[in-house]
């Protein structure tokens, strides 16, 4: 490995941070992680990562630290406290938070941080599962130009489309308006799909045909199969998309922005969770509507 690469530390191995730090350690990164699952840790250490036993021992020499956990509590309580990023990364590091969360826990983190000298990157990501193991995420980063000119080479082993969107907290912005589009145009195409089956038409030959047209969309091209199939194992949760809902609507609502299809979605999402199919991928949308349509739905 070379020497002359920054040293990181990777905390939150899940579905997403998992392939992303085997992406950077492939591209010849020393890469030493933490993540509250032993199996997530064998992972990392078997792609040629190093496993640590703390928050504390993952960061302590790193150079730049990278978080990807669930939501803002979940960032707040491993960026804070003794046993936090910011009371043991060195002075100078680079935090690099790529989870998803409001755009105010984002400021409030970049502040704090700066009084322990540490410098901080909102860099929320969006592309998937898919994305984050073929390393093609779109990258929406907050935070000043220098520490993005040093980051990019980090970037560019895990996505394809990265841009500095402003100062810190906007990467949690435009990830937010992210997820709204991302939710509306799932559920657009779960209701196409409900009036194709129940019209009786060949719903594959059909999604081929709208997703070469103006209809199609990144969406259809992911979550095609999931529809075709009724495969919802998730690439992204319900459970995850219903937080980002939250986020947006609120985020929305204090800069005085109406969504009044973006809060029809909102609660469609929710009431998928309520009926207990949070856990299942976005595309699980699809369910909701075959009730709404009284479709028979497959457990």
């Given at each position: 490995?070379?020497s002359n690469l920054?040293?990181?530390?990777?905390?939150?191995?899940?579905?997403?941070g998992?392939?992303?730090?085997?992406n950077?350690?492939?591209?010849g990164?020393?890469?030493?992680g933490?993540?509250?699952?032993?199996?997530?840790?064998?992972?990392?250490?078997?792609?040629?990562?190093?496993?640590?036993?703390?928050?504390?021992e993952?960061?302590?020499?790193?150079?730049?630290?990278?978080?990807?956990?669930?939501?803002?509590?979940?960032?707040?309580a491993?960026?804070?406290?003794?046993?936090?990023?910011?009371?043991n990364a060195?002075?100078?590091?680079?935090?690099i938070?790529m989870?998803s969360?409001?755009p105010?826990?984002s400021i409030d983190?970049?502040?704090?941080?700066?009084?322990?000298?540490?410098?901080?990157l909102?860099?929320?990501?969006?592309?998937?599962?898919?994305?984050?193991?073929e390393?093609?995420?779109s990258?929406?980063?907050?935070?000043?130009?220098?520490?993005?000119?040093?980051a990019?080479?980090?970037?560019?082993?895990?996505g394809k489309?990265?841009?500095?969107?402003?100062p810190?907290?906007s990467?949690?912005?435009?990830?937010?308006a992210?997820q709204?589009i991302?939710a509306?145009?799932?559920q657009?195409?779960?209701?196409?799909?409900?009036?194709?089956?129940?019209?009786?038409?060949?719903?594959?030959?059909?999604?081929?045909?709208?997703?070469?047209?103006l209809?199609?969309s990144?969406?259809?091209?992911?979550?095609?199969?999931?529809f075709?199939?009724r495969d919802f194992?998730?690439?992204f949760r319900i459970d995850l998309?219903?937080?980002?809902?939250?986020?947006?609507?609120?985020?929305?609502r204090?800069?005085?922005?109406?969504?009044?299809?973006g809060?029809?979605?909102?609660?469609?999402?929710?009431?998928?969770?309520?009926?207990?199919?949070?856990g299942?991928?976005?595309?699980?949308?699809?369910?909701?509507?075959?009730?709404?349509?009284g479709?028979?739905?497959?457990?």
């Amino acid at each position: 490995m070379s020497s002359n690469l920054p040293k990181i530390a990777w905390i939150g191995l899940g579905i997403m941070g998992s392939p992303m730090a085997e992406n950077l350690i492939k591209a010849g990164y020393s890469v030493t992680g933490f993540t509250l699952e032993q199996d997530k840790l064998d992972r990392l250490a078997k792609a040629g990562g190093t496993a640590a036993a703390s928050i504390a021992e993952a960061v302590r020499d790193a150079d730049v630290v990278l978080t990807m956990v669930p939501a803002s509590p979940q960032v707040e309580a491993i960026a804070y406290g003794p046993d936090g990023i910011l009371e043991n990364a060195k002075s100078g590091a680079l935090l690099i938070d790529m989870s998803s969360i409001t755009p105010q826990t984002s400021i409030d983190l970049a502040k704090s941080a700066a009084e322990k000298g540490i410098r901080v990157l909102d860099a929320p990501v969006s592309g998937g599962e898919a994305g984050a193991i073929e390393a093609v995420l779109s990258i929406m980063v907050g935070g000043d130009q220098a520490d993005f000119d040093e980051a990019k080479p980090l970037f560019d082993a895990l996505g394809k489309t990265i841009v500095l969107c402003g100062p810190h907290g906007s990467g949690q912005t435009v990830k937010a308006a992210n997820q709204l589009i991302v939710a509306v145009n799932i559920q657009a195409c779960a209701e196409a799909v409900v009036f194709l089956e129940k019209s009786g038409v060949d719903l594959a030959a059909a999604l081929d045909v709208l997703n070469g047209g103006l209809a199609g969309s990144t969406v259809l091209t992911r979550k095609k199969d999931n529809f075709k199939n009724r495969d919802f194992k998730p690439g992204f949760r319900i459970d995850l998309h219903h937080k980002d809902m939250g986020i947006v609507t609120d985020a929305a609502r204090t800069v005085g922005a109406a969504l009044p299809v973006g809060s029809v979605v909102a609660n469609l999402v929710a009431s998928l969770r309520a009926q207990g199919d949070g856990g299942l991928d976005h595309s699980a949308l699809l369910r909701g509507v075959e009730r709404l349509s009284g479709q028979p739905v497959k457990d």
